[in-house]
């Protein structure tokens, strides 16, 4: 799975990110990288106008070892303490938090139908230009 089996409430939502044989899972072994951590915090409602995602990206750079892409589960429950601590507000929250924020969101846009013909004398007509 992405981080051990144990059966915390942070590891069940953050397992979320990375599934089994998904190409981030198996790329470079276990681990969260700092995308993944970002957007977590993002869904989790974490980054907000007083806390941005690059204070965010210094806390998993903090977090990490040297020379490391990606953090383990002892070094993500790290994380979650230093931005509980920043933002002055208690461990468990932002722990509660990162639980309850659900599956990845897709953001992504959907294809407007075209409707185009081609004449016999190779003219578009109608639909869309």
């Known amino acids: 799975m992405f981080f051990t089996n ?8 953050s397992r979320r990110l990375s599934t089994p044989g998904s190409a981030a899972a198996t790329k ?21 106008s007083s806390y941005p995602t690059t204070s965010v990206d210094i806390v998993f750079a903090k977090v990490k070892a ?3 892409k990606k953090i383990s589960f002892a070094q993500f429950d790290d994380a979650l303490n230093l931005i509980a601590a920043e ?3 208690a461990a468990e929250d932002v722990k509660a938090a990162v ?4 599956g990845p969101a897709l953001n992504a846009s ?7 013909s ?12």
Do not use: W
Request: positive net charge; proline residues 3%; contains cysteine.
């Open 6 to 13: 144990t059966s915390t409430p942070t590891t069940m939502s």
């Open 28 to 48: 470079q072994g276990p681990g969260m990288d700092g995308f993944r951590f970002a957007k977590l915090c993002r869904e989790a409602g974490i980054v907000d």
């Open 66 to 68: 040297k020379g490391s």
């Open 87 to 89: 933002k002055g507000v």
């Open 99 to 102: 639980q309850h924020c659900g």
């Open 110 to 116: 959907t294809a407007d139908a075209v409707r185009r």
């Open 118 to 129: 081609i004449n016999y004398d190779g003219i578009a007509v109608g639909g869309n230009s």
